[in-house]
């Protein structure tokens, strides 16, 4: 562990918070700056899709004088797919490893799982554009992504919001309790890149809590959250 110590301490409440309802948000919990240097490496993974995208698939327009939150939204306009080429191709920049692999992050994970912390290697950028079906994932927990094996050991998930959401815009969903329950479903990926759940069990969906979040918060959950 890190002797860099997270100033946002989990205090006793948002321990039970996570433990009753298998999140806790934390907000304000990244300075800005350690977010600009991973804006500046999408910037850039942005910047070499679309040449690629030029050179492949006669894109007309690089739409270079769009800013972070609008260039790619305009270039999977004219290219559609191109926001989850963005996501599949899974380049770990620095800036991102560094995100990944933050002091904050293992001193936020600590307290529920203990210090002997290894990373998982999965890992997201999460491109959404708007009305993109190919983006959309519907409600599911993270183990029908894991192996059977793995479903028992507790794997904290962090969604780290990139740009402030809303209803509106697509902010995370969750469901408070709902990880008192393994719902044993799997996903599959249907023809289209579209996801598909398979379930043994349903899986419940009452009560969803529309997560609203702003470019410097955290939320960490489990592997059994819908």
Wanted: glycine share 4%; hydrophobic share 35%; charged share 25%.
């Amino acid at each position: 562990m890190s002797s860099q110590r997270n100033q946002i301490q989990l205090n006793q409440s948002q321990l039970d918070k996570f433990k009753n309802d298998g999140f806790v948000v934390l907000t304000q919990f990244f300075s800005p700056d350690t977010l600009d240097g991973v804006e500046d490496d999408i910037n850039l993974l942005v910047d070499v899709l679309a040449n690629k995208l030029k050179q492949r698939f006669k894109l007309r327009n690089l739409h270079a004088n769009k800013d972070f939150l609008t260039r790619l939204t305009a270039i999977d306009k004219d290219c559609p797919g191109a926001a989850v080429k963005l996501h599949v191709q899974g380049i770990l920049s620095p800036n991102i490893a560094r995100l990944w692999s933050s002091p904050l992050l293992l001193d936020l994970i600590e307290p529920l799982i203990g210090n002997d912390i290894m990373g998982h290697p999965v890992w997201n950028l999460r491109s959404k554009t708007p009305l993109n079906p190919l983006a959309t994932v519907p409600w599911h927990q993270d183990c029908a992504y894991l192996a059977e094996e793995s479903r028992h050991t507790l794997q904290p998930t962090a969604w780290i919001p990139l740009a402030d959401v809303n209803k509106e815009n697509g902010c995370l969903q969750l469901i408070a309790g709902n990880h008192q329950t393994e719902y044993r479903h799997r996903m599959e990926k249907e023809t289209g890149n579209e996801h598909c759940e398979k379930h043994r069990r349903p899986l419940s969906i009452q009560r969803p809590l529309r997560r609203k979040g702003n470019a410097s918060d955290a939320v960490s959950y489990t592997h059994l959250r819908a």
